[in-house]
């Protein structure tokens, strides 16, 4: 009976056993999910729905409020917030469906609305219509979001300007000019200091569109002159909104914007100058892997600073063992030789769970996290697998591929190409134009046939300017060289 109660608890304990390994296998690959230790990292958990409701009401209370409490007013406030938020939603779920999907994107998108109008009917009540800062939102809306809704903002804000100022159309136009200015110029701004530029944008903007006014006779000579100095004065309102809410709104909201990007480039940044200085070998290679993805960025319009700063962090996993990745090997023994194919690829493999770990732990961006993430996709190991079929022909390759996620972003995928087209030019003996072709188209060919593009909106449009790009790139890092005496 002894017997056969100690059997019966074995044979549970190996089942669970196996449940858990299946249950973190699953976790592994699911998407990167934010720590909840700090209270700026946790997701924002209320409902779409509920946000947007909740922004409706409010926006509609304030309009109510400026006209009057009549059922006339009320009607018409009513259709006019209907025919707006209709018009928002139905733009953004076409084009920004992403956006909607994201709980912390959509309470942003609200907040801002909200705040706006909040300041516009301030400045409205006490100051001057044509201080209303369209444009400092605008532009908030497309660092934090995208430039397609920063243009909804522009759009959209400068409407309910204009209606509660008596729909008047010249500080529709006025406002509208100033938002669409500074949205198309978005990808410029990378320093703090460059909203002072975009300030004097906006006052440049706001003072050609009332001087046009001016001329047609819709205003006065004193009429003129009022207008002009708080048109002006928009500008500088619009910087220190802009200092004042862009950071608070990028930690609150995990947002990544070019400004953080800059930040977390900064070589002072102590990750960094952890891979400079216990990794060199890694350092050196993410370097050239960034230079490499930020022109293949840019050759097909993305974010090439994203690119830039993804592959710069993509492989600080490494820091974990660094002794096990070629790069880093200097005496010349590789201790791969000592250990097992299987062994030697759940250490390559736990780089990617170290990097997002180290990500964490520092305070790396999320958009930075899930590149490190999605950087291997589900690729396999061909070496530790050809290795295992010598000791066992019933190898299954499946056993020897990354976890992944694939990339989900044009840009993640540019990373996994430049990672891996690096390392493998690196290693060209005698690298030669054609080699070097060779070598890349071979390497984005076999990901594509292997599917880890099937995640990213990516086109083979986009892949050949891609190849070509880092074809003259990195023939540009490996040119030929005169032997020194």
């Keep these: ?4 109660l100690e059997k019966l608890k074995n044979r549970i304990s190996i089942f669970l056993l196996r449940v858990a390994r299946e249950l973190r296998t699953d976790a592994r690959k699911g998407p990167v ?7 700026f990292s946790r997701e924002i958990k209320i409902p779409v729905f509920a946000s947007l409701l909740f922004t409706v009401a409010t926006l509609y209370c304030m309009l109510v409020v400026v006209f009057g409490l009549c059922w006339n007013v009320m009607v018409a406030v009513a259709i006019f917030i209907t025919a707006i938020v209709s018009f928002f939603v139905v733009q953004t779920k076409n084009k920004e469906k992403v956006i909607l999907e994201d709980n912390d994107a959509v309470v942003l998108m609200c907040l801002l609305f909200i705040i706006a109008v909040l300041i516009f009917q301030i400045s409205r009540e006490y100051v001057s219509p044509f201080l209303s800062p369209v444009a400092a939102f605008s532009l908030m809306s497309a660092m934090l979001l995208s430039s397609r809704i920063g243009i909804l903002y522009a759009v959209s804000l400068s409407l309910f300007v204009a209606f509660s100022n008596d729909m008047r ?6 406002m509208l000019c100033g938002g669409v200015v500074v949205v198309t110029n978005v990808q410029s701004i990378r320093r703090r200091s460059d909203f002072i530029n975009t300030g004097v944008k906006i006052a440049i903007a706001n003072i050609a569109m009332i001087t046009m006014f001016y001329f047609l006779g819709s205003y006065g000579d004193s009429q003129f002159k009022y207008n002009l100095f708080f048109g002006a004065l928009n500008g500088a309102f619009a910087i220190v ?6 950071p608070l709104f990028e930690k609150v909201f995990s947002r990544t914007t070019n400004i953080k990007l800059i930040e977390l480039s900064d070589f002072n940044n102590l990750l960094l100058k952890r891979l400079m200085l216990e990794v060199p070998g890694t350092y050196h290679h993410s370097i ?5 993805a930020e022109q293949a960025a840019n050759a097909i319009n993305e974010n090439s600073l994203l690119a830039r700063v993804g592959a710069y962090y993509h492989d600080i996993g490494k820091l974990k063992n660094p002794q096990y990745f070629m790069e ?24 990617v769970k170290d990097g997002i ?4 732990k520092y305070n790396v961006d999320n958009e930075i996290i899930n590149i490190i993430g999605q950087h291997h996709g589900t690729t396999s190991m061909h070496v530790f697998y050809h290795r295992a079929l010598e000791s066992g022909p019933n190898t299954n390759i499946e056993n020897f591929r990354y976890s992944g996620p694939k990339p989900a972003t044009k840009v993640a995928a540019i990373v996994m190409i430049a990672d891996s087209c690096e390392a493998a030019c690196r290693s060209i003996e005698g690298p030669t134009a054609l080699r070097i072709k060779d070598t890349v188209e071979k390497i984005i060919n076999n990901k594509f046939i292997d599917g880890q593009f099937s995640e990213c909106p990516i086109t083979l449009r986009d892949l050949k300017i891609i190849s070509d790009s880092m074809i003259s790139t990195i023939m540009g890092i490996y040119h030929a060289r005169i032997d020194y005496k």
């Design 1 to 4: 009976m002894d017997n056969l």
């Design 33 to 39: 999910v934010r720590e909840s230790k700090s209270l």
């Design 169 to 174: 159309f010249d500080i529709f136009l006025v």
């Design 241 to 246: 909104l802009m200092l004042v809410f862009m």
């Design 288 to 292: 050239m892997a960034a230079d490499i």
């Design 328 to 351: 880093n090997q200097i005496s010349g023994h590789n201790p791969h030789d000592d250990l097992t194919p299987e062994m030697s690829k759940l250490i390559l493999i736990s780089h």
């Design 357 to 360: 770990a180290l990500a964490r």
